[in-house]
């Protein structure tokens, strides 16, 4: 890369080279993919974003399901793979977040629940009776994106909402 003046001294190459790989991805296809990798089942599931274009892979253990990687899918100076769920903790601790916030008077019954498996059937079903569900979603759904527009700022990546 030429540089020239004071703005593109050598000092300001890695600036100028980082600002240059910022890759635009759409959050709609990144909230997407977030869902591809955190699903639960018999097959593993994996996403890479690229960092020149911002274009998505959503592969899959599953041989009818998903897309053949990229072949440097590994070489994270081009790729990122997408986290999931309990990566970017918006598990439990979310859930736990959202009963001390919203259902202080049942937050040690929902801490409870999450000492032993099945908390989650047993969680939604509190939040129903309790009138909560639709708030937990919106809640969830808000811890998410706001996990992921962290996790694309910490990898240079630009999230652009879609025109509506």
Same mark, same amino acid.
């Given at each position: 890369?030429?540089?020239?003046?004071?703005?593109?001294?050598?000092?300001?190459?890695d600036v100028?080279r980082?600002?240059?790989?910022?890759?635009?991805?759409q959050?709609?296809?990144?909230l997407?993919?977030?869902?591809?990798?955190?699903?639960?089942?018999?097959?593993?599931n994996?996403a890479?974003?690229?960092?020149?274009s911002?274009?998505?892979?959503?592969?899959?253990?599953?041989?009818?399901?998903?897309e053949?990687?990229?072949?440097?899918?590994?070489?994270?100076?081009?790729?990122?793979?997408v986290?999931? &769920?309990?990566? %970017? /903790?918006?598990?439990?601790? !979310?859930?736990?977040?959202? @009963?001390? $916030?919203?259902?202080?008077?049942?937050?040690?019954?929902?801490?409870?629940?999450?000492?032993k498996?099945?908390?989650?059937?047993?969680? &939604?079903?509190? %939040? /129903?009776?309790?009138?909560? !569900?639709e708030?937990?979603? @919106?809640y $969830?759904?808000?811890?998410?994106q706001?996990?992921?527009?962290?996790?694309?700022?910490?990898?240079?990546?630009?999230?652009?909402?879609?025109?509506?």
């Open positions: 890369m030429p540089l020239c003046g004071a703005c593109c001294s050598p000092d300001n190459a100028i980082q600002i240059e790989m910022t890759a635009r991805v959050l709609s296809l990144l997407d993919a977030y869902e591809w990798v955190s699903a639960t089942g018999p097959y593993d994996a890479y974003v690229s960092r020149e911002g274009r998505i892979w959503l592969v899959s253990d599953f041989d009818d399901m998903g053949e990687p990229p072949s440097d899918a590994g070489d994270e100076s081009s790729y990122v793979t986290p999931n &769920k309990s990566e %970017l /903790d918006l598990g439990r601790s !979310l859930a736990l977040r959202f @009963a001390d $916030e919203q259902l202080p008077q049942c937050s040690s019954q929902i801490r409870c629940f999450f000492s498996p099945g908390a989650y059937a047993k969680f &939604k079903n509190l %939040l /129903d009776a309790q009138g909560a !569900l708030a937990w979603y @919106a $969830e759904s808000a811890g998410v706001e996990a992921l527009r962290a996790w694309a700022a910490e990898n240079d990546l630009e999230l652009v909402e879609e025109a509506r």
